[in-house]
């Protein structure tokens, strides 16, 4: 669904990404995962447009996506960034509602996407709350909503940079239980930055390895989630256990001397 | 703590009341209380007084409020804050400093030929807008606008527009120097119906603009990149923005002088009200700007009665302390509620 052929950046110092290929099909979650600094939001700036290439192509739905208006783009395509700057008082049901100010969703339709996500992301009982008193987590989930209220009403493509920052295990579970579920039902492309390995390997169908600007290894989340692989990557050793019922669980055992 | 707000719709019924009511009331008081008969007899007396001085002058209070806090509440979206006032875009200062210059080189000549009440405000509507372009010159970078160097272009415009008042006010008489400060401290009198006429044309068009943007305005609060990922056109949107602020604060100037404050408290009144989301907030705050500034003419008239306080005063005056109450209100409390 987004299709990305020798994509790279380079022009500027901070943010450089080596020439990658990529393939984003629907009902897949897609995993990015890499240290600070690897380039994982430039890989998300890029893939959204909002970075242009110095060089390559990116494909929206089979076409360029620089040939998209802004509107049009909004309607295929959601993204959330890392930071959400927003200094006024609206109720959380506001600032989720603006998600869909794009797709022109008839009232009803919006409602009822924003109870069905209020839901699942258990903001229920927040969404007359006002969004400056949330905690930090309760604001994620909330512009979590917002992003996936935007999501398209055909099969589109939603990118998520570190969506799960702040969350308690719990709603980290629930956050990617639900973005599992679209991903399944409605057959969208979702991709997303993390950082726990084992929700990464629990909940990702295809991971990417981001590191040092270039895009490391893509495949299946089985075969890519090798504790070699991962121990260079992240300079840590990292090791794998087996579950009783065959799951595997990473565990980073450095700093075990101190 | 649940968000409890009046819905938009009585809001905007009970603003349109409270404002026929304070109307009424202003064309009716002041230095000479007026009868019912002023209204049947606009050839004698008291019909002049009703017909050409108060109702040009209310018009002119209503216009003027209406494009000062709609304007403000435009360029708090602009610069996502909600502190932010279109003075920081440099457009008071340029027109200040031109209106001030006009008066203290040719303020003579002015006289003698009777084109000060023609030339000072096209001086002052012409000053803001050569400004403001200054200031959006400056602050452009490559991708666009941006916000934080405008507020500091803005902010060193403004600086070096005081340093030139400063320097003509050292320079002129003491009866110039008198008519400057006066004409500084913001009036509304109005002699016919000229200027609210030019102010009309400019003040219709400004406030419909901008109370369509409603909608590019909520999403620019969630950040720029963000914005532009909802599908708005960001860059444009700015330069719309600064063209119409600086219009309708240029014209306001232009024929009330500086009135500050007005696009401060009344956009945040309107959003301890019911909200701040910009569909309806920027149609609420025209209606509460005509509104207040109505009130601040009326009792800069009759506070004083015969003579009259500078209405720039009285918003000051009100505005000040408010201003400084929402803002330690907003340190002690996070900025939970503004």
Known sequence: MLEALGLAHDRTASRRLQPFDLHLSGGELCGVLGPNGAGKSTLVALLSGMLSPSSGELMLKGRALAHFTLKERARHLAVMLQRQPLDFAFSVRDVIAMGGYPLDLPLPVLEQRIDNLATALDLQHLLERNYLSLSGGEAQRTQLARVLVQRGCEPSVVLLDEPLAALDLRHQHQALALLRTLARQEGHAILLVLHDLNLAARYSDTLLLVGDGKLLEQGATEKVMRPERLSELFSVPIERYRTRDGLGLFTSIAGGEC | ?338
């Open chain 2, 1 to 338: 703590m649940p968000v409890t707000r009046l819905s938009p719709a009585s809001v905007r019924l009970l603003l349109i009341l409270a404002l026929l009511l304070v109307s009424l009331f202003s064309l009716n008081y002041g230095a000479l209380e007026l009868g019912p008969q002023a209204w049947l007899d606009p050839l004698g007396d008291q019909g002049r007084v009703l017909y050409q001085l108060r109702l040009p002058r209310l018009l002119l209070s209503l216009f003027a409020g209406a494009l000062l806090a709609t304007t403000g509440a435009a360029a708090q979206a602009l610069f996502r804050n909600p502190l932010a006032d279109p003075s920081l875009i440099g457009v008071s200062a340029g027109a200040s400093l031109a209106v001030v210059t006009l008066m203290v080189l040719f303020g003579g000549w002015l006289l003698e030929h009777r084109l000060d009440a023609l030339l000072l405000p096209l001086a002052a509507f012409v000053g803001g807008l050569a400004s403001t372009l200054l200031v959006v010159r400056l602050s452009r970078t490559l991708s666009g606008i941006s916000v934080t160097t405008l507020l500091l272009t803005g902010m060193a415009i403004n600086a070096i527009a005081i340093a030139g008042i400063g320097g003509l006010k050292y320079l002129s008489d003491s009866q110039t120097l008198r008519q400057a400060s006066f004409w500084l401290l913001g009036n509304l009198s109005a002699d016919g119906w000229m200027p609210v006429l030019v102010l009309m044309a400019v003040a219709l068009p400004v406030l419909l603009l901008l109370a369509r943007e409603g909608r590019e305005l909520n999403l620019l609060l969630l950040g720029v990149s963000q914005a532009q990922l909802l599908g708005v056109d960001v860059q444009s949107l700015q330069r719309r923005l600064v063209l119409l602020c600086a219009l309708g604060v240029g014209a306001v100037v232009a024929f009330g002088g500086l009135i500050s404050f007005v696009g401060l408290i009344v956009p945040h009144l309107m959003r301890l009200l019911c909200g701040p989301d910009n569909r309806h907030l920027l149609l609420h705050c025209a209606l509460l700007g005509a509104l207040f500034m109505a009130l601040a003419d009326l009792l800069s008239r009759v506070l004083v009665s015969p003579a009259e306080l500078p209405v720039g005063i009285l918003t000051a005056l009100i505005g000040g302390p408010f201003f400084l109450s929402i803002l330690v209100y907003r340190l002690r409390t996070g900025g939970v509620d503004a």
